[in-house]
């Protein structure tokens, strides 16, 4: 399993863009799933997206798939997360995170993801209007 250090989180007004990133270690990008995911104080931590072992790729609902969008960089060991158009309630701590699999179920265009267990220590992003 790989020990994943995120980054990139800061305050910004809704409606700007951040740029996520996380770096892990080889073995996680080739072995393992890689997605991310975010919590607020007070609810369950939720999954925004994942990539697999092949560089397949599922995101949780439209919203995030439209606003959101998960990469990697292979030279780097690197997964980012560009978040675009950012809403109030994006604001959370993010969170990237590995696991064995399976990466995730979906159904009807809406996708959960499993309860990953290797997580980093998180980012915060803070939307403000």
């Known amino acids: 399993q790989g020990q994943w250090v995120e980054s990139g989180g800061e305050s910004v007004q809704d409606g700007r863009s951040l740029r996520l990133s996380c770096v892990g270690s080889?073995?996680?990008?080739?072995?393992?799933?890689v997605g991310w995911f975010r919590q607020t104080p007070g609810k369950q931590r939720e999954g925004i997206a994942a990539m697999n072992k092949n560089g397949l790729i599922r995101y949780v609902n439209d919203d995030i798939k439209g606003r959101f969008t998960i990469s990697r960089d292979r030279a780097k060991n690197t997964l980012n997360l560009q978040m675009n158009n950012l809403k109030t309630e994006d604001t959370a701590m993010y969170y990237c995170?590995?696991?064995?699999?399976?990466?995730?179920?979906?159904?009807?265009?809406?996708?959960?993801?499993?309860?990953?267990?290797?997580w980093g220590q998180g980012t915060q992003v803070t939307v403000s209007s």
């Open positions: 995170a590995s696991d064995p699999g399976p990466c995730w179920d979906c159904k009807n265009g809406n996708c959960r993801l499993y309860n990953y267990k290797d």
């Open positions: 080889e073995l996680s990008f080739n072995s393992f799933c």
